[in-house]
């Protein structure tokens, strides 16, 4: 059993060392472990959508796949540092990167739903909403750290859930297999934000959230393969 310290922002803009309680050694290997291997698989899969949307004659496919495939790396990127770092500043750092990362992931996500699927003036309206949300989210994570977090996962919640406003558009721009796969890797995110809010008093909390997230991950990623970027 260890103790961590974290750099937590002051209402002066200093930081101080604060003490949080005791995560135990294996479970930060694991989330570490588990989005490190992923953030590998996602290098790959970036790689591979940035061909078909290179290919593509559909307008902003390569757009959108450097989008999508910048913000999944960035995320299991960012998570993986954060929980494998001991260095209490550098940990702090990937601290703040991860919860940015998450607002990245989500705006990535449905960046190639928007722009290639539904388009218009409705899918540049969405875009707009989601990156403006996702930059005031990075924001409060950046100048404000360590506070807000009830307010941070509410945005997390209705960002992923914003297109619900207009989800007859939606069902109208994708084949059912690709909405039903879009709605299966929200609910898995969805639920899985219950452990990650629980992470602290839950064993192995914050890896099931982990797991949540990879498996979001999977069905948004198969869905961009044989259904978006076709």
């Not at 940990?91 to 940015?100: A, N, R, S």
């Not at 506070?147 to 619900?164: D, P, R």
């Not at 007859?168 to 084949?175: E, F, N, Q, T």
């Amino acid at each position: 059993m260890q103790i961590e310290y974290f750099y937590a922002s002051k209402n002066d803009g200093r930081l101080a060392l604060v003490k949080l309680k005791p995560l135990k050694k294996t479970e930060e290997i694991l989330n570490s472990l588990s989005h490190g291997i992923t953030a590998a698989a996602a290098v790959g899969g970036m790689i591979v959508l940035i061909i078909f949307g290179a290919r593509s004659d559909v307008k902003w496919s390569l757009f959108s796949a450097l989008f999508y495939g910048l913000s999944l790396v960035l995320l299991y990127l960012f998570s993986s540092f954060y929980h494998g770092l001991r260095h209490k500043k550098a940990k702090y750092v990937f601290k703040i990167l991860d919860h940015c990362g998450i607002y990245l992931l989500i705006a990535g996500t449905y960046t190639p739903v928007l722009l290639i699927c539904i388009g218009g003036t409705t899918g540049w309206i969405y875009f707009a909403i989601l990156w403006s949300m996702a930059l005031i989210g990075i924001i409060l994570k950046i100048f404000f750290a360590g506070k807000y977090k009830t307010i941070s996962t509410l945005m997390y919640a209705v960002m992923g859930w914003i297109i619900i406003f207009d989800i007859d558009i939606v069902k109208a721009s994708l084949p059912a297999p690709a909405f039903w796969l879009l709605a299966a890797g929200g609910f898995a995110y969805t639920f899985g934000i219950i452990f990650y809010m629980l992470d602290k008093r839950l064993k192995y909390g914050h890896f099931i959230w982990h797991l949540f997230v990879m498996m979001g991950s999977i069905f948004h990623f198969i869905m961009m393969v044989k259904y978006v970027f076709i």
